[in-house]
């Protein structure tokens, strides 16, 4: 069974910094890709950033790039979203989702396991 734990949010002031974990459990971690989605309330889930474990391969939507950077640590199975300069329109719900496709894909479709999510909240 796939399971997708994600941890790591919080409250922060605009300009700071938070790291997202997604801890993955179930699958071969490198044959897949992992992505990162966000959730607003009264807006649709907005794909922000995937990674590709076998390749290393990235994508950032234009909100976050320049701000996020996702990454993996393969010996733990666990998948990073580093946030930096934290904006007040970045709050939201932050889910993490697995893909068979070993592409960079945002499309929610595309990714068949998903995590609980975590809330990140800005404060100005």
């Known amino acids: 069974e796939v399971v997708l734990v994600e941890s790591g949010g919080g409250l922060v002031q605009a300009g700071g910094s938070l790291r997202l974990s997604c801890a993955a459990s179930g699958f071969t971690f490198d044959d897949y890709a992992i992505g990162w989605f966000r959730q607003a309330p009264g807006k649709e889930r907005e794909g922000v950033s995937c990674l590709v474990i076998s390749s290393g391969r990235t994508y950032y939507a234009d909100s976050v790039k320049g701000r996020f950077t996702i990454s993996s640590d393969n010996a733990k199975n666990t998948v990073y979203q580093q946030m930096n300069s934290l904006k007040p329109e970045d709050p939201a719900v932050y889910y993490c989702?697995?893909?068979?496709?070993?592409?960079?894909?945002?499309?929610?479709?595309?990714?068949?396991?998903w995590g609980q999510g975590t809330q990140v909240t800005v404060s100005a």
């Open positions: 989702a697995l893909t068979h496709y070993r592409i960079e894909t945002v499309e929610p479709g595309d990714f068949c396991s």
